[in-house]
């Protein structure tokens, strides 16, 4: 048995209630086989994979807070932080009801390459709670916030452990955190990502996910001899990736004509209008069914159904597992070109499969949504050096990062004998420079 047999053997036996951990477990060690094959008697000496797929440290508390009813609330707290390698643990809080420690462990394990990626000092690293902001008040966001953050600011700093926003966690669960984080340590520096501009955050954070995803999405089709010009989009989703892809994406001369959310979906052929969106979703944080009722050209449908609509690229933006084997085969009897992943993991292992084996160029999220954490490395730089760029200075140093990502993916793939493969080419790329910085520290 080789060396990535044992430990994918070690790593189902020791996770098996953690289906979204194994499944990226599994999709990054089997595609980093002609690496670690390369160098097994190395790596196994080492004990380089093991290492590797266990966190550092792991944290779960209690988050006790009381609602407007006056009666006391309890979620759980979790924080992993997966390697620090090649710098400070950074990644997203994500505040949604289906958080547990599964897919914590998911995102932070993704997070290592997805962090490597990017060129810059971060390694991996993940938190959040079962806390659902959803209908909740200012003030009760609040005293979660501040609950959430008395416990997990004995585990984080600027240089040890940097978090972000996520899933449920924007600018108003961001500001509630960094209050109390500075409320009790006393120290005000860049511990968290994604703050107010008026107290350290970044011009162009907000739109980096979505903006790079088109940057990535842009260099893919210009490298294939073709342009963004003309060209229909489907988007799933209808958050901050969403919304400003949508908005990248009619900036470069495509068409969006799809968003969703958790109830259902819109089919707008005249092109989603973003003014629009955002005001339903960012300022009234309604429903898409709001966002029909104001546009006569739009279509509002219950449930899934994004991916049958006729596209020449597909940009999953919502969620993990949206995008099944089903979506895989509607979306290339359409004539689909390329599929590039805004959120994390959004593809589900078969349909991955299916639509590379059908010529269809496929990005994963490792590579894809990394603007949204390249632009919070950036955010740290300009607070270590208490400066604030343009939002132009920014922008452009984003679509450098992106355009590198892609070349460098698509160069690990070639390397390796696996042209095309975008989904290797991230995790060989990322790997190689996260086990470097391992081995040359000896076994920590």
């Not at 960012?282 to 739009?298: D, F, G, I, Q, W």
Request: glycine share 12%.
């Amino acid at each position: 048995m080789g060396y990535v047999d044992e430990v994918l053997v070690k790593v189902k036996e020791k996770n098996a209630s953690e289906p979204e951990f194994l499944q990226a477990a599994e999709e990054v060690l089997e595609s980093l086989r002609p690496v670690i094959d390369a160098n097994e008697e190395l790596y196994r000496r080492e004990a380089l994979l093991e290492r590797l797929v266990e966190p550092d440290r792991q944290f779960k508390f209690r988050v006790p807070w009381v609602d407007d009813k006056g009666q006391v609330q309890v979620n759980v707290g979790y924080r992993v932080q997966y390697n620090n390698a090649i710098g400070p643990y950074k990644g997203g809080l994500r505040l949604h009801p289906s958080v547990n420690i599964g897919i914590i462990k998911f995102l932070g394990f993704e997070q290592i390459f997805k962090n490597s990626l990017t060129g810059l000092p971060i390694g991996g690293g993940k938190g959040g709670s079962d806390f659902d902001p959803k209908g909740k008040s200012d003030r009760e966001v609040m005293a979660f916030c501040q609950s959430f953050m008395t416990e997990l600011c004995k585990y984080i700093g600027a240089d040890v452990d940097v978090p972000a926003g996520d899933i449920g966690t924007g600018a108003r669960e961001i500001g509630f955190m960094y209050g109390q984080y500075k409320r009790i340590r006393s120290v005000n520096e860049g511990v968290l990502t994604g703050k107010g501009l008026s107290y350290g955050g970044s011009l162009a954070r907000t739109e980096a996910t979505g903006y790079g995803l088109l940057y990535i999405t842009e260099e893919l089709i210009k490298c294939h001899g073709e342009s963004m010009e003309g060209k229909t989009v489907a988007v799933s989703g209808a958050g901050n990736v969403a919304i400003y892809a949508i908005q990248k994406a009619h900036q470069m001369g495509a068409k969006v004509v799809t968003c969703s959310d958790s109830t259902g979906w819109i089919y707008d052929p005249e092109g989603i209008d973003v003014a629009l969106l955002k005001e339903v979703k960012e300022v009234k944080r309604a429903r898409l069914t709001e966002y029909a009722a104001m546009r006569p050209s739009a279509e509002y449908h219950e449930g899934r159904g994004v991916w049958q609509v006729k596209c020449d690229i597909a940009l999953p933006c919502a969620t993990q597992n949206e995008l099944l084997l089903e979506d895989a085969k509607q979306l290339v009897a359409n004539g689909v070109k390329a599929v590039c992943e805004g959120a994390n993991m959004p593809t589900t292992i078969d349909a991955t499969k299916y639509l590379q084996e059908n010529g269809v160029w496929f990005i994963g999220g490792k590579a894809a949504n990394a603007g949204g954490v390249a632009t919070s490395a950036l955010e740290m730089t300009q607070n270590s050096e208490r400066l604030s760029w343009t939002f132009e200075e920014v922008d452009a140093k984003l679509k450098g990062i992106m355009v590198n990502i892609y070349h460098n993916i698509d160069d690990a793939a070639k390397r390796y004998g696996m042209e095309g493969n975008y989904v290797a080419g991230a995790n060989i790329a990322g790997f190689e420079k996260v086990a470097n910085a391992m081995l040359a520290q000896g076994v920590c």
